[in-house]
Structures are given as C-alpha cells and as structure tokens.
Nanobody
C-alpha cells in the first residue's frame, strides 16, 4: 500500500510557472515509474510526463520543452513553464509498481488564467 500526497497547484497567469510535488509514503520498493496525468473539464485523463526508476522520461508531445519531470527518492516533481490556459486541469500523481499495480493521488488543481 502506498499513499501519494500532491502539492503545488494553484492559479497562475499565462506564461507563468508552477512546480508540482508528489510525495509517496508506505511501500516505496519495487517502483517502476512515477509521473503525472491531467484531466481537464469534459476531457479524458491524459499523460503529462513520467519517469522510470532508471531515470528515463516520457512526455506528452504538447508538454515537451515546457514541462520537466524529475524524481528524488520518494518524491516526483513536475516543473511547468510557459503555462497556457489550455494547461488548466486537475493534475494527478501516478505510481506504478513493476508487478503492474498502480496508485493515484487525489489531484491538485492548476488554473492558468489572467
């Protein structure tokens, strides 16, 4: 069992930056990857970025060059730069174990608006 606690969401103006954090507690052994997904109103949840235990990263095309995912021990971060109104969404932390089980955080709202 693992618990994921996200922080860092909020209101930011277009062109601004935010950094999200997600701390995992509990069973942090055998983690395959950690990452971020987002869900905008009326849309499906989509991958933002993820990082494997080996340090490999994967980004959705629309986030490449603007977002950076990183990990330190049991915490995964998402640095978001050059934010756009279309980045407005609830951002969810995800943790996946090698054996296939994955867990989700409760989400943190990011609003990009002037």
């Amino acid at each position: 069992q693992v618990q994921l606690v996200e922080s860092g969401g909020g209101l930011v103006q277009p062109g601004g930056s935010l950094k999200l954090s997600c701390a995992a507690s509990g069973n942090i052994d055998s983690i395959n990857s950690m990452g971020w997904y987002r869900q905008a109103p009326g849309k499906q949840r989509e991958l933002v970025a993820q990082i494997t235990s080996g340090g490999s990263t994967n980004y959705a095309d629309s986030m490449k060059g603007r977002f950076t995912v990183s990990r330190a021990k049991n915490t995964v971060y998402l640095q978001m730069n050059s934010l756009k109104p279309e980045d407005t969404a609830v951002y969810y932390c995800n943790l996946a174990y090698y054996e296939g089980t994955d867990y989700w955080g409760t989400g943190t709202l990011v609003t990009v608006s002037s």
